[in-house]
């Protein structure tokens, strides 16, 4: 069973840029499709980005495609989320999450979750 831990939140203003890690522990890292998602105040919880075992094939959803990047890195046992360009909107605690097979995009879809980090996101 894999252990996911973020780190890499803080407040920034808009237009600025932060990147955020998810280390996993516990499994075969490389075994498992990456996710982020974010939550914001009062919302539910949303799908960011996706990246397959190998970190060859990524998917996004549309409100960030051309300013967030999700990579990974297996020797590190870790997944990024480099955002750029961030806007109020992109205000959320944000979520790492894992499971065997590429594609999913829904909540319910992953078993393993981390703690999450705060992204604060200034006018």
């Known amino acids: 069973q894999v252990q996911l831990a973020e780190s890499g939140g803080g407040l920034v203003q808009a237009g600025g840029s932060l990147r955020l890690s998810c280390v996993a522990s516990?499994?075969?890292?490389?075994?498992?499709?990456m996710a982020w998602f974010r939550q914001a105040p009062g919302k539910e919880r949303e799908f960011v980005a996706v990246?397959?075992?190998?970190?060859?094939?990524?998917k996004s959803t549309d409100s960030v495609k051309g300013r967030f990047t999700i990579s990974r890195d297996n020797a590190k046992n870790t997944v990024y989320l480099q955002m750029n360009s961030l806007e109020p909107e992109d205000t959320a605690v944000y979520y790492c999450?894992?499971?065997?097979?590429?594609?999913?995009?829904?909540?319910?879809?992953?078993?393993?979750w981390g703690q999450g980090t705060q992204v604060t996101v200034s006018s």
């Open positions: 999450a894992a499971r065997s097979e590429f594609g999913y995009t829904g909540v319910t879809d992953y078993a393993y």
């Open positions: 990246i397959t075992r190998g970190g060859g094939t990524t």
């Open positions: 516990g499994g075969t890292f490389s075994s498992y499709a």
